[in-house]
């Protein structure tokens, strides 16, 4: 059972943030200034994303050496702009596509489960490339956490992505820090949104896995969706992410999950998320965009586990 958001002070209140609300897609509109980075009203939002054992039947590996690969979830559905496909994707640092890590995928896992996808269907199946690490954006509409936390995010502010992972031979798999992005713009498009401007909001955001797709206007889900646009420096890391969960029987409970790290939890300054992270969180930590830059580098420059922490 999921811990509840109150094992961590919550502050999510919009009290801190003074915006102009636009129109009905709620566009933050901004001046062109830039925010300063030690401002401590900043805040760096976690996702769980990419590939896992519910969407494709395993988990991407991460190799002795350090580097990893990274794989977006199957798309919901093939109607959809995206190119790119399970059979197209090619891994980083293995041989191989997306396609090899599995023989079987669930494109509707939670919704209902009961298609299954295999052989050449799998490999054409198209991809859910959210985020898209090379045109630095990101989609949401999971509710629970995750709109409330992400609509809230200001330019300057950090998403960082994180994902399961699994070593060779076996051992425990592990949720990781894979990248992130430094938020440029934030916008909120739904069922609700007039149907010109919202079309006008998905076309102006063609790299979108949301808006790929949309279809003629119309969001796939009836949901309102967050589109984070980001900027430098951001990207997907090239090796050694940092492991953040640990995976331990809890006080009172019968059997092991995967919990927050402490040590991740106190030094990022993590404020509302739960320690469990069973079921892949948002997280929200009141942390500037220099700070957590520091705490983990660049994507491009990452080299080695820091502060022990693989």
Known sequence: MPESET???????????????????????????DP????????????????????????????????????????KTRATDESETLGSWELRAGDGTAADLTTRITPQPVHDGTETVTGEALESWPLHRDPNFEGLTYGEHRTSGYVSRLRALEPGDVVGFYAGLRRPGG????????????????????????PAERAAVL???????????????????????VIVDGREPGGLFERDPIRLSDYYVRDGNERAQYYL????????????????MMFKPAYRCALSGAAFRELVGLPGDRTAPRDGRD
């Open 7 to 33: 094992a961590w002070t919550a502050r999510d209140s919009q009290s801190r943030r003074h915006r102009r609300r636009g129109s009905a897609t709620d566009r933050r509109l901004y001046r062109p200034v």
């Open 36 to 75: 300063i980075d030690g401002d401590e009203a900043m805040t760096v939002v976690l996702a769980g994303v990419g590939a896992d054992s519910t969407n494709v039947g395993a988990l991407a590996p991460l190799y002795d050496d350090g580097r990893f690969e990274y794989v977006p979830i199957p798309e």
């Open 171 to 194: 051992d425990r798999a592990h949720r990781y820090l894979i990248g992130y992005i430094t938020v440029d713009d934030v916008v909120v498009v739904g069922p609700d949104t007039p």
């Open 203 to 225: 076309e102006a955001h063609p790299a979108n896995a949301h808006a790929k797709r949309a279809r003629d206007g119309e969001l796939y889900l009836e949901k309102p969706v």
């Open 261 to 276: 790290r402490e040590e991740i939890a106190d030094e990022w300054n993590v404020r509302a998320g739960g320690a469990n």
